[in-house]
């Protein structure tokens, strides 16, 4: 059970000073004291709006937006990031859980064809403070920049000042950095994704959620290790993606983990389109990868039911 | 007589905590203690210019601007929705009334073709909150998106910021969100008016008011129970739509109730483009549903002067 | 002699209580207790240039700014309307005079061919008031907005927020509403005028000025009382447009007010192209009808000097 | 020797009262005690980068910045117009100059065909006072504005905004207006010579440099005459243009004043790009003209040396 | 040994009085008391995304963020200059370095034929104060210029103001200007560059960073003579540009001192593509050059590890 103390936590300069240790608090809160993340990614209730949680081959509870935060409570994850109003909603009957506030957000209407993807704040720091001082176990927050976008300068602006607000308070923040618009050729390109991480670092993100490249040559979890390393003290989780049968998941976030560096996950439709006892166990075999370095097989066993995992630090 | 009690209203965590009584009043008396609303749509004087309010098949008394407060004073419903200018106008000689305060708007001038839709906010909350200082009952305040726009961004971050400081102060928020632009092929498409739905949630509202959904098969109205089952915590309400006879509009209101999971209704120009007598009479037959679950028939007796209806709560 | 009493005003519910006084101070100065406005337009010295004040048919007097407070200072009106500037260069010297701040102007350089309109703020309402606290009787502003115009939402916006705020101070607004843009066919619609005029009430505005409808059918007063009724509360009144004969521009105002319920005039060229005295003679007519009922035959008499006028309230 | 009292100078009335003597001092200071500018425009080595300061026909002291400086404090001037960075670098060891400081600036390399000109604020008002906190005698700001620009408005917003806050700390502004973009045909026709003039009075400026206009009959001089007039309490002061003999120059000058009103002039690289001795003797012939009214047959013998020249007042 | 003492420190006058001796200090730390500046720029991190850090002839080292901080400890710079993020991460462990924060950054993702260039404030003043509040050497900030960008106004703005800031609190500011975009033909055009170093006086500039120009005859250090002189108090230094071998890059530097009259030089790619220890004798030998006045066989012979090298003052 790796488990991380007080002290190894690096609190970046930019923390001030009497808010050193909410830092820590926040940062080993939301990685379960393993310093990697499980990210439970719900925020795609408004990125995707509706399709990701009604129709063919998703499970009838996932409608219900409670159905997010039942996982999250029966489950084993470290931070469930969403809107601010979702939280704001529900968090006064799931008050044990740790959010991450996903501050920026766009729907999927308008396509990159379209128009160069932009997504903007939908609201500022003060409004996430304020469900905090309400009792919200808010550990840090979440925006996303669509790198190489007309508009990528607005929300580098964005991005920037958001982090160094965040962390004058305290808060942890983790970047969604997906290259996209009309001079982004190929959005998997290894050195594109390796770039992203390393921008994230720049800005001064504790975490960075980067899609994982696919290499001309090589694995993507090898291509990943560079991103990995390129990203230096900034944390680099991938993006889980669309649902994929769960023995394959779960060893593509062995890999990610143990060939290409990561420091942990961001799941979203993997889990939440599955009934409730299944997403459940998918949360806990997910963790027990993540936070306490289980095998492929012992994860395996942990999401078909045929072994325990509950996380204890 | 259905009614709700204080501590079944529940308070969002993004109330401030000396403003959760004041909350609790604004939502009981929009609902008239129901937990469902009955809004009277006032604001299209402005969104349709005097097009929905004088000419053809319009009673000659709906020109005057004062015949919508005259219309909720001696009728039954929760808020009427208007525009500041309006309400600060008015208010003084209507104190009874509560009032929403419509944000942004903009006229039909500009058609989607020529530009995708925007509508600006009009003024800053503490404009709103100086009425209310001044003993004008705001209880809440509205906001129209056109989600799938161009523009869609900007309203995504009024939107949400407004709801935040909204609920700091205690004041309940209602989304019209409208999919519209050059990449919306249907506007009423039942996953988007769904999705719409969600996104209203994650934003934070207390309530939503979509169109309709034209399903490819099956009703709108269970269409619409998808939707208000995406929506949450957040209180679905249809729009009224263009005027209709009575018979089909009460019809229509008793499904989206009873089968569609509605919160209520947002109705204008069925309202207020007849006679005073006639448009109180039928502000009284729409309460009798939507806040009393009375009959479709119970309703049209009410509508047609046969019946007494009066909210009690 | 037409007089209102200061418990005659009607206070909208935006002015702050401690302002309400000012408010009717002010609103009695500018309608010179008549609750008829009759305003000297003097903004076009920015917004059409040279053009209106130098040339063929104008009098060579009009080229000196100074020309315009003479009149003022020497006939009869109710506010003398012009940009914050030209009124700080010549107020210590006009103390006497009511003002009305225009707070956005453009040239008319850029076509609505070229470009859709757009008018911008030139200052801030704070830097209005420091005239006001150095004597300048200051009773309220004016602003712009194009309907129609694809920055329609920034001026709607910025009026909605100068109504709020000027009110908050206890200051009238008078709005200038023209429908125009790539989007507007005939911006002379009675439909167009009179939704104009409910907008300037939903925005809040006391006065709104409009240009005079044309109508298919019936005259232009006929029409314009559909606006004036449509405005409600907010107090119509119109353009002068280009210069024409004294007699025709007395009967035309005579007609709007008294068939088309306007609520006084705004009149610039008509008056300022003409000599110093001819034009202090045609305020004097103008008040006569607006602010005492004069006759058309009374009003011409004043203007030819055989008749004297001066407003007692 | 032509001097203005204290009790002369026109305090506009949105100078803060505690700061009229202040403006009254920069007043006289920027005139030399005579009511008339010589402002010596250093703001080019920033407008047309290094073309005016290096090259062909020019003397190779002109590369060096601080050549502007030794002729100020050599010659005779008002104020040295230049950048706030300019003035920030260099006014430490010339404490005795006055100092004007051009809030705005773009450069040349964009051309109006590319794009319309916009030339946006280098700093807010408080950074300038900073400078005067420091000792350095800022007498005023200068702005300048592309009338007829598509982004007319944006710099029409900010100029009028910034004179506002200027007068409320006792500084002067000079507005420089040149109309030009795709919508002005002839830059230097004299009405939209008169209508930039009457502009900036309405925006509140002290005084507005234009370029002399070219009328189709009669002379620049007379067409300026009308510009003057037009501009009512705003000083009009000519640009100087590009370098010309001295004669011919200090004719035109005097013809600017003495025929067509001109409040003085304003003159860059006619003085900055000769010899420091030649510079000199040109800022005193230009002197004699501006403030002492001397003859050109005067004025030449100073530039001539054969002459001295001091301002007295 | 060049050194200079404090009093021979020109502080600019827009520094706060209470300042002059941070400035003063930050001043001497930046030019490590020899008033040339030895910029060690690791912005590209951002700029040029992981393009310059891994791949051929880039040593792996280069891949991990910390290879900067590395060098910067062993070897000799005044300044390691980087996005503020990358500093609050890393200087808690390398408290000893002086740094200077790049405020503004793009990625290269859009190229110029797409759109012209702008970069946007990657965060305010006020987030680089906290870092110098937790003890990071905080010497200045950084900012680039695109002159001639279609953006070039906004980026004009920020970097005025931004100077105004940092002046008043006492931090250096280092520009770097490069002329791009569609009115751009020909980037290193003697005159622009020689201009680009005229407005970064004008700015307020305390260093510029100019790429070498390219005459069409003479030497690029003669060209660079007379962007220096046109630069007047600010220090002009050049970009390094892409990596050379180290005899050309030294004997290019000398040049570009001692008779460009460059002030100084900044490096980024041609120090750390190479090993640490490579990377760290060439900081060395750069140093020797700017700080020391050392020849070129001088430095190539500390480059070469012949020599010792350390800067004493």
Chains 1, 2, 3, 4, 5 share one sequence.
């Not at 209730?45 to 509870?61: T, Y």
């Not at 968090?91 to 991450?100: K, Q």
Request: net charge negative.
């Amino acid at each position: 059970m790796p488990v991380i103390t007080r002290d190894q936590v690096r609190v970046p300069l930019d923390v001030a000073p009497d808010r050193r240790e909410v830092y820590v608090d926040n940062y080993l809160k939301a990685t379960r004291n393993s310093g990697r993340l499980m990210l439970f990614a719900c925020d795609q209730k408004f990125e995707h709006l509706n399709a990701d949680f009604h129709g063919e081959g998703i499970d009838p509870a996932d409608n219900d937006p409670e159905h997010l935060f039942r996982i999250a409570r029966q489950g084993t994850c470290g931070v469930l990031a969403g809107q601010r109003g979702l939280i704001a909603q529900y968090a006064a009957d799931y008050p044990e859980l740790n959010y991450l506030v996903k501050m920026n957000s766009k729907t999927n209407l308008v396509s990159t064809k379209q128009e160069d993807p932009f997504s903007a704040l939908l609201s500022d720091l003060e409004s996430v403070l304020i469900l905090r001082d309400n009792g919200v176990n808010v550990v840090g927050l979440g925006y996303t920049i669509y790198l190489g976008s007309e508009y990528e300068s607005t929300m580098l602006a964005d991005a920037g000042q958001l982090i160094a607000q965040a962390h004058a308070e305290g808060l942890i923040v983790v970047l969604w950095i997906y290259p996209r618009g009309k001079a982004v050729a190929n959005e998997k390109d290894p050195d594109l994704i390796a770039g992203a991480a390393g921008a994230a670092l720049c800005l001064g993100a504790d975490f960075v959620k980067v899609n994982p490249p696919k290499p001309a040559a090589g694995t993507s979890a090898e291509a990943l290790a560079v991103a990995s390393e390129a990203a230096g003290r900034c944390g680099l989780v991938c993006a889980g993606g669309s649902t994929v049968d769960a023995p394959t998941f779960l060893s593509q976030l062995h890999e990610q983990i143990h060939v290409g560096g990561a420091c942990g996950n961001a799941t979203g439709r993997n889990i939440h389109q599955r009934s409730l006892d299944e997403a459940v166990r998918l949360t806990k075999a997910i963790s027990a990868i993540t936070l306490d370095d289980a095998s492929v097989e012992d994860a395996l066993a942990v999401f078909e039911g045929s072994k325990e995992y509950e996380r204890q630090a």
